[in-house]
């Protein structure tokens, strides 16, 4: 394949994560708008051009109340920090398949190298003629190291709210015309 445009199709992707809560629970969630702009070969994505943005306002840990503290001043503060956003400056190949991304991490008003596992999973047409390719990102994200500090301490020692943000991307992407 060639270096070509593809757009994520969000009806087939997701963007979750997973964080400690008390110091032995992970309390997971998703983000429910994304997009991205990938310019590339998904067979070969080290020289792709990546770029991928999240709608932090969208945050679903499946309890509002949480939520909307997430959404506050406390954490993301989404009426003046709307969005999270990513993109790629480097891309090494770990193996056939596997993908070192490194890039700009952009949360809080805090930019950040960070470095994700990418996964090409395949890529194919679907029922109506369109190409479509499949990739899996994994990878943590330290959330104090973009000014996310808001925490309590726990009676029995500990903290509420853990440092480190697991995060899991599944996209489908459709290649643009």
């Not at 964080?19 to 997971?28: D, L």
């Amino acid at each position: 394949m060639t270096k070509t445009k593809w757009a994520v199709d969000p009806t087939h992707s997701s963007v979750e994560f997973s964080i400690k809560h008390m110091m032995f629970t992970n309390v997971r969630g998703a983000f429910n708008s994304f997009d991205a702009t990938i310019v590339a070969d998904p067979t070969d994505l080290t020289s792709a051009d990546i770029t991928f943005s999240v709608d932090l306002a969208s945050i679903d840990t499946r309890n509002a109340d949480r939520d909307n503290h997430l959404r506050s001043a406390d954490f993301f503060d989404v009426e003046n920090k709307p969005s999270m956003t990513f993109t790629s400056t480097n891309i090494s190949r770990k193996s056939d398949n596997e993908y070192d991304v490194t890039g700009d991490l952009s949360l809080n008003g805090v930019t950040k190298s960070q470095n994700f596992l990418v996964t090409f999973e395949g890529s194919g047409k679907d029922p109506w003629g369109n190409e479509k390719a499949g990739f899996s990102v994994e990878g943590t994200i330290n959330r104090s190291d973009f000014g996310l500090t808001w925490n309590a301490a726990l009676e029995t020692g500990g903290v509420l709210v853990g440092d480190k943000v697991k995060v899991s991307l599944q996209i489908q992407a459709a290649k643009a015309e």
